[in-house]
């Protein structure tokens, strides 16, 4: 009940092109879900964030969708640039865990020029 | 505004060691969460701190230890050490309100010899 499930593990985009990565989770009483990016030999590095209220929220490039009934989320990065090349992670929090984000296993993207 | 900064960014252990890693958070963050980062096992929440007392625990063994100064700095301990202890120790802060975003430090890589 606890995981969040993140796929794919691996993705190769064209510069220009929409990654998609999805996370699906199981504890309806997760009620935060944040986007993390890593850059080798950095921390995760908050991106974008979405509560359950709202089915969509856009900052930038960066895109959330949210489905509450299907309890899934996806991140869209629209025109991809190679420097997003990164490792991007989903994650949980409930609102009584406000230290402890229930992550996801990653995606590496890669976006070729 | 400063990061939130981890020292070491290195360290070299044997087994059967101990290792204390520091961590300093943000300016006003009260909040300071403790994760490991392991290439089979993902990022994995170990504890947070908020106002000098532990707030939440993760599913990890006694030998994990922390704790949390006024000035809000935290440290981590890591008694008799175990090969598979290594891993990128990452530290974030926040303002320990519900939904209040982490920041991450760049982490301190730990290698048990």
């Known amino acids: 009940q606890q995981q969040v499930k993140q796929s794919p593990q691996s993705l190769i985009v064209q510069k220009g092109g929409i990654s998609i990565i999805n996370c699906a989770y199981e504890n309806t009483a997760f009620d935060y879900f944040p986007w993390y990016q890593q850059f080798p030999g950095k921390g995760p590095a908050l991106l974008i964030a979405i509560r359950p209220d709202v089915s969509e929220k856009k900052e930038g490039r960066f895109t959330i969708s949210f489905n509450k009934s299907a309890k899934q989320f996806s991140l869209h990065i629209m025109d991809s640039q190679p420097g997003d090349s990164a490792t991007y992670f989903c994650?949980?929090?409930?609102?009584?865990?406000?230290?402890?984000?229930?992550f996801g296993q990653g995606t590496t993207l890669q976006v070729k020029p | 505004k400063a990061g939130v900064t981890q020292t070491p960014r290195y360290l070299i252990k044997t087994r059967g060691q101990q290792v204390t890693l520091s961590c300093s958070p943000i300016?006003?963050?009260?909040?300071v969460s403790w994760y490991q980062q392991t290439p089979g096992q993902g990022l994995q929440f170990l504890f947070e701190y908020f106002s000098e007392t532990q707030r939440n625990k993760g599913n990890f063994p006694g030998r994990f230890s922390g704790r949390q100064f006024s000035n809000s700095r935290s440290e981590m301990n890591v008694s008799t050490l175990e090969l598979g202890d290594s891993a990128l120790y990452l530290c974030a802060s926040s303002h320990g309100t519900p939904g209040s975003p982490l920041h991450f430090g760049n982490g301190t890589r730990l290698t048990v010899t």
């Open positions: 994650a949980a929090a409930g609102s009584s865990n406000t230290g402890k984000l229930i």
């Open positions: 300016s006003g963050h009260r909040s």
